[in-house]
């Protein structure tokens, strides 16, 4: 019997690391499905080739979301779970700390909202 593929989760998968994740997730065809999260939309990512073309793939989803938002990520995930959940988010642009530290302590932590959708076993 075949084992069932996850259903998995990548943060910032537009980012540098995440794409290349996202790629190495669909061409391995690993997963039931994947959901792309990040501040970006592809469109405007600059994907190359081999990118674009994973990224139009039927098991992806694209979901625009700020994660230091709460609201942000109630409206992008709702109740919905994952088996794995990747974070390849993060903030590279310099001079970007202090305004991100800022809503980080208006809007808490959003990684607390993350894991409550994540199944402990
Ligand atoms: N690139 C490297 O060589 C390297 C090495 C070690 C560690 N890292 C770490 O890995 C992480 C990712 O690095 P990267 O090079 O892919 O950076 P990147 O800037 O290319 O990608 C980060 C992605 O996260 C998204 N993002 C950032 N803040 C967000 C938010 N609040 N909500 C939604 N999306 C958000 C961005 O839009 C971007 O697409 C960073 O934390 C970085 O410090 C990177």
């Known amino acids: 019997m075949a084992a069932v593929k996850p259903k998995v989760l990548v943060l910032g998968g537009c980012g ?4 290349y ?3 190495e997730l669909v061409e391995k065809q690993v997963c039931s499905s994947i959901c792309v999260v990040d501040k970006v939309p592809p469109q405007i990512a600059w994907l190359n080739e081999r990118q ?5 793939d039927e098991s992806i989803t694209f979901r625009s979301a ?4 709460a609201a942000s990520c109630a409206s992008a995930f709702g109740e919905e779970e ?3 959940v990747i ?14 530290m800022w809503e980080f302590k208006i809007e808490k932590i959003l ?11």
Do not use: H, M, Y
């Open 87 to 100: 974070n390849a988010a993060g903030e590279t642009k310099t001079g970007q700390l202090q305004k991100l």
């Open 82 to 84: 994952w088996d794995w």
């Open 66 to 69: 700020n994660l230091i938002n």
């Open 21 to 23: 994740v996202v790629c």
């Open 16 to 19: 540098f690391i995440g794409r």
């Open 52 to 56: 674009s073309k994973v990224f139009a």
């Open 111 to 121: 990684a607390i909202n993350l894991l409550t959708s994540i199944d402990p076993s």
